[in-house]
């Protein structure tokens, strides 16, 4: 199973990103996917999830309305569209996966992608 992230790199403050995590070796649309970031001397948190089966999103309050997470099956790939971005956007993004539905508890999630960096200068 491998979980491969894409698309960070360095964008100035109200710029945009997307993110993608390419997904193999799973039932694709039996798992849910979830974006976690992580910056220096922070604890990792989750910014946006999308469930397997119904896609039902959720999104975490200090990226709702900037961020859009959406999935394509046929091509095993979850995708992060990160608008209006902030300097304090600034981490390290992780995609994981879990089966099914959505959850908080980062133990739960079974495979993780290696992260890729963004950064958002001001």
């Known amino acids: 199973v491998e979980l491969v992230e894409s698309g960070g790199g360095l964008v100035q403050a109200g710029g945009s990103l997307r993110l993608s995590c390419a997904a193999s070796?799973?039932?694709?649309?039996?798992?849910?996917i979830n974006w976690f970031r992580q910056a220096p001397g922070k604890e990792r948190e989750g910014v946006s999830c999308?469930?397997?089966?119904?896609?039902?999103?959720f999104v975490t309050d200090s990226v709702k309305g900037r961020f859009t997470i959406s999935r394509d099956d046929a091509k095993n790939t979850v995708y992060l569209q990160m608008n209006s971005l902030k300097p304090e956007d600034t981490a390290v993004y992780y995609c994981?996966?879990?089966?099914?539905?959505?959850?908080?508890?980062?133990?739960?999630?079974?495979?993780w992608g290696q992260g890729t960096q963004v950064t958002v200068s001001s």
């Open positions: 994981a996966a879990v089966r099914l539905l959505c959850t908080s508890v980062v133990g739960l999630y079974e495979y």
């Open positions: 070796g799973i039932t694709f649309d039996d798992y849910a």
């Open positions: 999308i469930s397997g089966s119904e896609g039902s999103t």
